[in-house]
């Protein structure tokens, strides 16, 4: 073996050129050499042996030594030193030192040299991963230039000058096909330290990759007078960016443009041909969603912030180009956004509202004991329900045309009469499948949830609390290969999941599993965590 025959001259030579070829500290390399040395040692002089190498980094000289504790009565020759012989070595020495014993420079076997050269070469292979991992890892984020080393079953091995990295077949575009030696460009979604080494993981299809790509192309975005809020990507295929401007004279979408389309066009000719819908961004929900199903029109917007859904009626010709091929349109405008859209006809609005009104007159005329005309009055001036009817203030009935005092409070004597008779109703039910009159204590619980809950058997407070999030409001699973929608207990009451689980958390105070003051702490934790979660994002 080289190295341990080595002179002392040549020790520094190896130690300088292995440093320089794996870009790794020259400390490390010789630190790597001591310890090949001491093993190879210890090969002659017994595995037990604790042996120590020293090179002196300036003059390249070697020292080997020994270690051996001081005790009273020595068990053990390789490792211990009585009080006598180690006063030879060091007039001071007391029992429980360390006394190092310097040894005879020898010749190592080839065995012994073999031994050490693995050593070396796992010592600098660890170093080197440790200093690619430390380079590497706070890259991500970044476009990041490359070589194709190899190609293996459709994954990309991509040379990185002071790494590798690899480039799975999902993240490339559909269609794209790479050879060895072409230059690629990819984003650095993730850096991970693997027992193997770092394993450095590269995309051409996360939405990051195309922001980037625009904040090399286009200077303002760069400099920050340009922002770009949300990407959303069907890759290969077509793509919408949203951007703001933070300087009012500047246009943020004819800033992306460019002159003639050429910035757009460097980045859709990198991203093999994608096309892409560059939107203005806006704080209005409303305006922004409407940007967002360019080109298609939109006559008007009905917004659900409750459930982050949004209705989006649209010209009877435009339904197919708000949509788009196989929904492409419509699902990046929701990827965009961050909402579920709902897409609409005029015709079909028109429809669907004439049936409601339709729904809601036969309501009031049947609960309120109505004439079909009164009914369709109540429904036009925008009651959507009996319990609004009920209690809604007086004077606010009593405003409609036609009405006065008398008729308005008539009618809201007789909503309250049917809610009273309908609740009747429901507790008889509910008893009658015998859910206790406990859980209806539990905050959030409504009468007909009773009777849902009875009819899905949770009939008690303990019941409720032991329920997961699913059993609530339902899941979804394979089956032979489709799709399927399992019905929650509570199926039909338009319930969020958070709903469902404050429901259930409330339950489990109610049963005494949790205290109160827990729930709070685990609701203030949350919260600071979605914070954390938002300013890091930001």
Avoid at 41 to 63: F, K, Q, V, W
Avoid at 509 to 514: E, H, P, Q, R, T
Avoid at 521 to 536: F, I, M, P, V, Y
Wanted: one cysteine or more; proline letters at 3%.
């Amino acid at each position: 073996m080289a190295v341990v025959s080595a002179n002392r001259l040549e020790l520094l030579q190896i130690a300088d050129a292995v440093a320089r070829e794996k870009s790794i500290d020259r400390h490390i390399v010789i630190a790597a050499m001591e310890d090949a040395i001491a093993k190879a040692a210890r090969s002659r002089y017994g595995a037990e042996t604790d042996i120590h190498a020293e090179i002196n980094p300036r003059t390249g000289e070697l020292r080997l030594a020994r270690h051996l504790l001081v005790v009273d009565q020595v068990e053990n020759y390789a490792t211990e030193i009585d009080l006598v012989g180690a006063r030879r070595l060091n007039p001071a020495a007391q029992v429980g030192d360390s006394i190092a014993d310097t040894l005879p420079p020898f010749d190592f076997g080839r065995i012994a040299a073999q031994s050490a050269k693995q050593v070396i070469v796992q010592k600098v292979r660890e170093a080197e991963r440790d200093r690619q991992y430390e380079e590497f890892k706070d890259r991500i984020g970044e476009v990041i230039n490359g070589a194709v080393k190899r190609v293996e079953y459709g994954n990309v091995v991509v040379d990185l000058g002071r790494g590798e990295a690899s480039l799975r077949r999902d993240e490339l575009l559909p269609r794209e096909v790479f050879k060895v030696g072409d230059r690629i460009r990819a984003y650095v979604y993730d850096v991970r330290r693997e027992p193997r080494g770092p394993q450095i993981f590269l995309s051409r299809t996360h939405p990051q990759f195309m922001a980037k790509l625009f904040a090399q192309e286009v200077p303002e975005i760069y400099d920050g007078i340009v922002e770009i809020k949300a990407v959303a990507r069907d890759p290969g295929s077509r793509a919408k960016i949203a951007v703001t401007s933070r300087d009012t004279s500047v246009d943020p979408v004819g800033a992306c443009v460019g002159m003639r389309g050429s910035r757009v066009q460097a980045v859709v000719n990198e991203l093999q041909g994608e096309k892409i819908d560059i939107i203005p961004w806006s704080n209005d929900v409303a305006t922004f969603i409407v940007n967002a199903l360019a080109p298609a029109e939109v006559v008007k917007v009905v917004l659900d912030e409750d459930r982050e859904r949004i209705e989006v009626v649209v010209p009877d010709a435009q339904l197919s180009l708000a949509i788009g091929r196989r929904g492409q349109n419509v699902r990046l405008a929701s990827q965009l956004t961050g909402w579920d859209i709902d897409i609409m006809t005029e015709a079909e609005e028109s429809e669907r509202r004439q049936k409601e009104f339709a729904e809601r007159s036969k309501i009031f005329a049947e609960a309120l004991d109505l004439d079909e005309m009164m009914g369709q009055l109540l429904a036009s001036e925008g009651f959507a329900s009996v319990e609004e009817l009920a209690y809604v203030p007086i004077s606010e009935l009593a405003s409609i045309e036609g009405f006065d005092e008398d008729t308005a409070q008539e009618l809201q004597n007789r909503a309250q009469s049917h809610l009273a008779q309908v609740e009747a109703e429901i507790d008889e039910r509910r008893r009658a499948l015998g859910v206790e009159d406990e859980l209806r204590e539990v905050p959030g619980v409504t009468s007909p949830m009773l009777v849902a809950f009875g009819e899905n058997d949770i009939k008690t407070v303990e019941d409720l609390a032991g329920c997961a999030t699913d059993d609530l409001v339902g899941w979804t699973e394979r089956k032979d290969g489709e799709t399927v929608r399992i019905a929650g207990a509570l199926e039909g009451f338009q319930l969020s999941r958070e709903e469902a689980e404050a429901l259930i958390m409330q339950a489990r105070v109610k049963a005494g599993w949790i205290s109160a003051e827990e729930l709070a702490g685990a609701g203030d934790e949350a919260e600071e965590t979605t914070e954390e979660d938002a300013g890091s994002a930001a």
